[in-house]
T-cell receptor, first 112, second 114 residues
Framework: SQQGEEDPQALSIQEGENATMNCSYKTSINNLQWYRQNSGRGLVHLILIRSNEREKHSGRLRVTLDTSKKSSSLLITASRAADTASYFCATDLGFGNEKLTFGTGTRLTIIP | DAGVIQSPRHEVTEMGQEVTLRCKPISGHDYLFWYRQTMMRGLELLIYFNNNVPIDDSGMPEDRFSAKMPNASFSTLKIQPSEPRDSAVYFC????????????FGPGTRLTVL
């Protein structure tokens, strides 16, 4: 079964609002990454957070990681119509294991 | 760099036919991954290579599926014989294998088996 589960499965918000997506995973990890997938396209890497980090920022993105709860959140501030996409978390175990395990994804729709 | 290149972008075939999907990873990337994405099962890792050697093929669903990487710039995923349940989008991705481990995805091949 997949390592990560995203919550919610789908989210619709008005343009300009903030969007928050959550990811939970089952085992200890090395890194956690977030990817975006526009309809009909491949996944694009957004941000990586290491297991010894608690929060990371990149532009309008803010990622948190709580290893005690095995969960992460992705916050997109001041959303734009172009943010409409599916968002996936992915985890790896490190120690030379480059395999990523992806979550189920959150479908985000920004309403203009 | 042009990014990860996949061909064909779309493939429609009939059940029982052989299907070959192709991937060219980003130059200098030592790892190559094949994924399958469906609505029902999400994104699944099928197999990945390191320096052209298969490392983990535990996600390959059946013996009908095979993958090769004859050199650092080319990989194929073959399905023989194809079945309607193989219909999906197949993605190839590559990475350098550094601690960053960011994967770069190709545009995918949408396979429809009739």
């Amino acid at each position: 079964s997949q390592q990560g589960e995203e919550d919610p499965q789908a989210l619709s918000i008005q343009e300009g609002e903030n969007a928050t997506m959550n990811c939970s995973y089952k085992t200890s990890i090395n890194n956690l990454q977030w990817y975006r997938q526009n309809s009909g396209r491949g996944l694009v890497h957004l941000i990586l957070i290491r297991s010894n980090e608690r929060e990371k920022h990149s532009g309008r993105l803010r990622v948190t990681l709580d290893t005690s709860k095995k969960s992460s959140s992705l916050l997109i501030t001041a959303s734009r119509a172009a943010d409409t996409a599916s968002y996936f978390c992915a985890t790896d175990l490190g120690f030379g294991n480059e395999k990523l395990t992806f979550g189920t994804g959150t479908r985000l729709t920004i309403i203009p | 760099d042009a990014g990860v290149i996949q061909s064909p972008r779309h493939e429609v075939t009939e059940m029982g036919q052989e299907v070959t999907l192709r991937c060219k990873p980003i130059s200098g990337h030592d790892y190559l991954f094949w994924y399958r994405q469906t609505m029902m099962r999400g994104l699944e890792l099928l197999i990945y290579f390191n320096n052209n050697v298969p490392i983990d093929d535990s996600g390959m669903p059946e013996d009908r599926f095979s993958a090769k990487m004859p050199n650092a710039s080319f990989s194929t995923l073959k399905i023989q014989p194809s079945e309607p349940r193989d219909s999906a989008v197949y993605f190839c991705a590559s990475t350098t294998g550094t601690d960053n481990n960011e994967q770069f995805f190709g545009p995918g091949t949408r396979l429809t088996v009739l």
